[in-house]
């Protein structure tokens, strides 16, 4: 999951995830974004989102993002 922090834009890589859910949540514990995995790769897109720490799931792992 990469970058960190970001201007919106974050890109994950995944060998292992082909197809899997992605899950984005806010600082309150709400999903705001559902995605799946498309190959091994994926960008999501939060810049339309305030600014602020964000959490992506990606196979039950939890990365913490900040939007800059």
């Not at 960008?43 to 039950?60: A, C, H, M, P, Q």
């Amino acid at each position: 999951v990469y970058p960190n922090p970001t201007k919106g834009v974050i890109n994950i890589f995944s060998e292992k995830l082909n197809n899997g859910p992605i899950r984005v949540y806010n600082n309150l514990g709400q999903v705001i974004k559902n995605a799946k995995m498309q190959e091994n790769e994926k960008t999501i897109f939060l810049n339309n989102y305030k600014k602020g720490f964000y959490l992506i799931e990606v196979n039950n792992n939890y990365f913490k993002i900040l939007v800059e």
